[in-house]
Protein backbone atom coordinates (compact mmCIF):
# COMPACT_ATOMS: atom_id res chain seq x y z
CA UNK A 1 0.00 0.00 0.00
CA UNK A 2 1.54 3.52 -0.88
CA UNK A 3 0.79 5.91 1.93
CA UNK A 4 1.45 9.47 1.59
CA UNK A 5 2.80 10.80 5.47
CA UNK A 6 2.37 14.30 6.38
CA UNK A 7 4.41 15.68 9.58
CA UNK A 8 7.43 12.90 9.08
CA UNK A 9 9.93 15.20 10.31
CA UNK A 10 7.79 16.06 13.51
CA UNK A 11 8.66 14.43 16.64
CA UNK A 12 5.59 11.75 16.11
CA UNK A 13 6.49 11.53 12.54
CA UNK A 14 9.90 10.25 13.88
CA UNK A 15 8.30 7.64 15.69
CA UNK A 16 5.28 6.85 13.52
CA UNK A 17 7.44 6.83 9.73
CA UNK A 18 9.88 4.28 10.71
CA UNK A 19 6.78 1.82 12.10
CA UNK A 20 4.81 2.13 9.06
CA UNK A 21 8.07 1.54 6.58
CA UNK A 22 8.99 -1.59 8.94
CA UNK A 23 5.46 -2.52 8.78
CA UNK A 24 5.81 -2.59 4.78
CA UNK A 25 4.18 0.57 3.65
CA UNK A 26 5.81 2.20 0.48
CA UNK A 27 5.59 5.89 2.44
CA UNK A 28 5.86 8.71 0.46
CA UNK A 29 6.86 11.79 3.05
CA UNK A 30 5.74 14.26 0.76
CA UNK A 31 9.31 16.50 0.76
CA UNK A 32 9.09 20.10 -0.01
CA UNK A 33 5.30 19.81 1.21
CA UNK A 34 4.20 22.78 4.01
CA UNK A 35 0.80 22.47 5.56
CA UNK A 36 -1.55 24.68 3.27
CA UNK A 37 0.72 23.21 0.25
CA UNK A 38 -1.97 21.37 -1.97
CA UNK A 39 0.68 17.86 -2.42
CA UNK A 40 0.20 15.69 -5.58
CA UNK A 41 -1.37 12.36 -4.27
CA UNK A 42 -1.44 10.35 -7.56
CA UNK A 43 -0.84 6.86 -7.01
CA UNK A 44 -1.05 7.24 -3.18
CA UNK A 45 -3.82 4.84 -1.67
CA UNK A 46 -4.03 6.38 1.67
CA UNK A 47 -3.26 9.45 3.45
CA UNK A 48 -1.80 9.65 6.88
CA UNK A 49 -2.31 13.73 8.43
CA UNK A 50 0.21 14.16 11.62
CA UNK A 51 1.46 17.39 10.66
CA UNK A 52 0.77 20.56 12.88
CA UNK A 53 1.81 24.25 12.73
CA UNK A 54 1.91 25.41 16.54
CA UNK A 55 4.04 27.18 18.93
CA UNK A 56 7.15 24.32 20.26
CA UNK A 57 6.02 22.55 22.94
CA UNK A 58 2.27 23.38 22.94
CA UNK A 59 -0.85 22.45 21.49
CA UNK A 60 -3.18 23.71 23.71
CA UNK A 61 -2.08 27.25 22.78
CA UNK A 62 -0.36 26.26 20.36
CA UNK A 63 -1.59 29.16 18.17
CA UNK A 64 0.85 31.59 20.54
CA UNK A 65 -0.13 35.21 19.94
CA UNK A 66 -1.36 34.19 16.59
CA UNK A 67 -4.76 32.43 16.22
CA UNK A 68 -5.78 33.72 12.61
CA UNK A 69 -2.44 32.07 11.07
CA UNK A 70 -2.63 28.76 12.99
CA UNK A 71 -6.02 28.42 11.80
CA UNK A 72 -5.03 28.94 8.18
CA UNK A 73 -2.23 26.41 8.76
CA UNK A 74 -3.69 23.25 10.41
CA UNK A 75 -7.30 23.99 9.50
CA UNK A 76 -7.51 25.63 6.06
CA UNK A 77 -3.93 23.50 5.24
CA UNK A 78 -5.84 20.24 6.45
CA UNK A 79 -8.98 21.06 4.29
CA UNK A 80 -6.92 21.62 1.43
CA UNK A 81 -5.15 17.98 1.75
CA UNK A 82 -8.86 16.28 1.78
CA UNK A 83 -9.85 18.33 -1.51
CA UNK A 84 -6.23 16.91 -2.98
CA UNK A 85 -7.19 13.22 -1.55
CA UNK A 86 -10.72 13.33 -3.38
CA UNK A 87 -9.27 15.05 -6.51
CA UNK A 88 -6.30 12.40 -6.89
CA UNK A 89 -8.74 9.29 -6.13
CA UNK A 90 -7.03 8.71 -2.40
CA UNK A 91 -9.26 5.65 -1.19
CA UNK A 92 -8.48 6.51 2.71
CA UNK A 93 -7.12 8.91 5.36
CA UNK A 94 -5.97 8.53 8.76
CA UNK A 95 -6.17 12.06 10.50
CA UNK A 96 -4.55 12.35 14.03
CA UNK A 97 -6.89 14.33 16.25
CA UNK A 98 -6.78 14.75 20.07
CA UNK A 99 -8.49 14.28 23.11
CA UNK A 100 -8.83 17.98 23.23
CA UNK A 101 -11.64 17.90 20.93
CA UNK A 102 -13.45 16.40 24.20
CA UNK A 103 -12.14 18.97 27.24
CA UNK A 104 -15.84 20.60 27.14
CA UNK A 105 -16.87 17.34 28.89
CA UNK A 106 -17.21 16.75 32.06
CA UNK A 107 -14.77 15.80 34.45
CA UNK A 108 -14.32 12.27 35.33
CA UNK A 109 -16.23 11.07 32.76
CA UNK A 110 -15.20 8.11 30.31
CA UNK A 111 -15.05 9.21 26.66
CA UNK A 112 -16.56 6.83 24.30
CA UNK A 113 -15.06 6.30 20.97
CA UNK A 114 -18.02 8.08 19.03
CA UNK A 115 -18.55 10.70 21.29
CA UNK A 116 -19.42 14.11 19.72
CA UNK A 117 -16.50 16.89 20.28
CA UNK A 118 -17.23 19.50 23.22
CA UNK A 119 -13.24 21.39 22.69
CA UNK A 120 -12.67 24.62 24.48
CA UNK A 121 -9.56 25.51 22.96
CA UNK A 122 -8.50 26.71 19.64
CA UNK A 123 -6.40 23.53 18.94
CA UNK A 124 -9.59 21.49 19.87
CA UNK A 125 -11.62 23.21 17.54
CA UNK A 126 -9.86 22.70 14.92
CA UNK A 127 -9.40 19.52 15.28
CA UNK A 128 -12.92 18.93 15.72
CA UNK A 129 -13.49 20.66 12.45
CA UNK A 130 -11.68 18.89 10.51
CA UNK A 131 -12.23 15.53 11.67
CA UNK A 132 -16.35 16.98 10.84
CA UNK A 133 -15.00 17.68 7.23
CA UNK A 134 -12.82 14.45 7.03
CA UNK A 135 -16.59 12.33 7.76
CA UNK A 136 -18.38 14.14 5.19
CA UNK A 137 -15.87 12.64 2.01
CA UNK A 138 -16.39 10.13 0.02
CA UNK A 139 -13.81 7.75 1.14
CA UNK A 140 -13.21 5.71 4.24
CA UNK A 141 -11.73 8.12 6.45
CA UNK A 142 -10.38 7.86 10.39
CA UNK A 143 -9.99 10.64 13.11
CA UNK A 144 -7.73 8.86 15.61
CA UNK A 145 -8.20 10.85 18.54
CA UNK A 146 -5.06 10.01 20.60
CA UNK A 147 -3.70 10.91 24.02
CA UNK A 148 -0.50 11.85 24.86
CA UNK A 149 1.97 10.60 23.21
CA UNK A 150 5.83 9.49 24.55
CA UNK A 151 8.39 7.85 22.93
CA UNK A 152 12.32 8.47 22.04
CA UNK A 153 14.37 11.31 20.90
CA UNK A 154 16.29 14.06 22.59
CA UNK A 155 13.54 16.43 22.46
CA UNK A 156 11.25 13.82 24.06
CA UNK A 157 7.99 14.97 26.07
CA UNK A 158 9.55 13.94 29.59
CA UNK A 159 13.31 15.03 29.33
CA UNK A 160 12.41 18.22 30.97
CA UNK A 161 10.51 16.47 33.69
CA UNK A 162 13.03 14.12 33.98
CA UNK A 163 16.09 16.69 33.94
CA UNK A 164 14.55 18.73 36.74
CA UNK A 165 14.22 15.34 39.18
CA UNK A 166 17.22 14.35 38.68
CA UNK A 167 18.84 17.70 39.54
CA UNK A 168 16.63 17.90 42.58
CA UNK A 169 14.31 20.64 41.82
CA UNK A 170 10.75 20.44 43.26
CA UNK A 171 7.80 18.63 40.94
CA UNK A 172 4.33 19.14 40.96
CA UNK A 173 1.74 16.36 40.93
CA UNK A 174 0.22 15.83 37.42
CA UNK A 175 -2.24 12.68 35.96
CA UNK A 176 -2.48 11.76 32.46
CA UNK A 177 -3.40 9.92 30.00
CA UNK A 178 -0.07 8.37 27.73
CA UNK A 179 0.42 5.93 24.85
CA UNK A 180 3.88 5.04 23.56
CA UNK A 181 4.34 6.03 19.80
CA UNK A 182 4.88 2.46 18.93
CA UNK A 183 1.13 1.99 20.03
CA UNK A 184 0.33 4.92 18.08
CA UNK A 185 1.99 3.30 14.96
CA UNK A 186 0.22 0.26 15.37
CA UNK A 187 -3.12 1.57 15.98
CA UNK A 188 -2.59 4.09 12.05
CA UNK A 189 -1.38 0.68 10.82
CA UNK A 190 -4.51 -1.52 11.92
CA UNK A 191 -6.99 1.74 10.49
CA UNK A 192 -4.85 1.60 7.10
CA UNK A 193 -5.53 -2.56 7.04
CA UNK A 194 -8.71 -2.58 8.09
CA UNK A 195 -11.55 -2.98 4.93
CA UNK A 196 -14.31 -0.23 6.86
CA UNK A 197 -12.73 1.59 9.93
CA UNK A 198 -15.01 3.67 11.99
CA UNK A 199 -15.20 7.61 11.59
CA UNK A 200 -13.85 8.29 15.03
CA UNK A 201 -11.12 6.01 17.20
CA UNK A 202 -9.67 6.75 20.59
CA UNK A 203 -5.70 5.93 21.16
CA UNK A 204 -4.94 5.92 25.01
CA UNK A 205 -3.06 3.41 26.82
CA UNK A 206 -2.21 4.60 30.87
CA UNK A 207 -3.31 6.26 33.33
CA UNK A 208 0.14 7.38 34.53
CA UNK A 209 0.74 9.70 37.76
CA UNK A 210 3.71 11.70 37.62
CA UNK A 211 4.66 10.51 41.16
CA UNK A 212 4.86 6.92 39.97
CA UNK A 213 6.81 7.91 36.71
CA UNK A 214 9.41 9.50 38.78
CA UNK A 215 9.31 6.47 40.81
CA UNK A 216 10.43 4.14 37.71
CA UNK A 217 13.49 6.87 36.81
CA UNK A 218 14.87 6.96 40.68
CA UNK A 219 14.52 3.03 40.88
CA UNK A 220 16.59 2.99 37.02
CA UNK A 221 18.86 5.91 38.08
CA UNK A 222 19.44 5.54 42.22
CA UNK A 223 17.87 9.00 42.44
CA UNK A 224 17.19 9.72 46.12
CA UNK A 225 15.31 12.86 45.78
CA UNK A 226 11.78 13.31 46.73
CA UNK A 227 9.00 12.43 44.63
CA UNK A 228 6.04 14.27 44.08
CA UNK A 229 2.69 13.85 45.62
CA UNK A 230 0.44 11.82 43.55
CA UNK A 231 -1.83 13.35 42.26
CA UNK A 232 -6.12 13.58 42.14
CA UNK A 233 -6.83 11.70 39.46
CA UNK A 234 -10.56 11.89 39.70
CA UNK A 235 -11.61 14.43 37.62
CA UNK A 236 -9.36 12.69 34.64
CA UNK A 237 -10.79 12.04 31.27
CA UNK A 238 -10.40 8.17 30.19
CA UNK A 239 -10.39 7.50 26.61
CA UNK A 240 -12.75 3.83 25.96
CA UNK A 241 -10.15 2.47 23.42
CA UNK A 242 -13.01 -0.46 22.58
CA UNK A 243 -13.04 0.13 19.01
CA UNK A 244 -9.32 -0.19 18.55
CA UNK A 245 -9.44 -3.17 20.71
CA UNK A 246 -11.88 -4.81 18.91
CA UNK A 247 -9.39 -4.52 15.78
CA UNK A 248 -6.78 -6.56 17.65
CA UNK A 249 -5.09 -3.62 19.40
CA UNK A 250 -2.43 -4.39 22.33
CA UNK A 251 -0.95 -1.01 23.37
CA UNK A 252 2.35 -2.20 25.68
CA UNK A 253 0.75 -0.59 28.89
CA UNK A 254 2.94 -0.59 32.05
CA UNK A 255 5.64 -3.68 30.53
CA UNK A 256 6.07 -1.12 27.74
CA UNK A 257 6.63 1.68 29.34
CA UNK A 258 9.24 0.29 31.45
CA UNK A 259 11.23 -0.93 28.62
CA UNK A 260 11.17 2.56 27.03
CA UNK A 261 12.27 3.97 30.22
CA UNK A 262 16.08 3.61 30.40
CA UNK A 263 16.03 5.05 26.39
CA UNK A 264 14.33 7.75 27.73
CA UNK A 265 16.39 8.47 30.39
CA UNK A 266 19.91 8.00 27.97
CA UNK A 267 18.06 10.69 25.82
CA UNK A 268 18.29 13.53 28.31
CA UNK A 269 20.70 16.65 27.08
CA UNK A 270 23.44 17.56 29.41
CA UNK A 271 23.12 20.24 31.30
Excluded at 9 to 21: E, H, S, V, Y
Excluded at 108 to 126: E, F, H, V
Excluded at 213 to 225: D, F, I
Aim: aromatic share 4%; glycine share 12%; proline share 9%.
Amino acid sequence: MRVALTGATGRLGGMIAPALAAAGYDLNLLPGWRLGDTPDLRGTDALVHLALSHAPGRYRGGEGDDPAGFRAANLDGTLRLWDAAIRDGVGRVVFLSSRAVHDGHPPGMRLPDDLPPAPTSLYGQIKAQAESALAALPLHGTSLRATGVYGPGRAHKWAPLFADFLAGQPIEPHVATELHGDDLAAAIALILRHPAPPATLNASDLVLDRRDLLAEVAALTGCRHPLPARADASGLRVPDCTGLAAMGWHPGGITGLRASLPGLICDIPAS
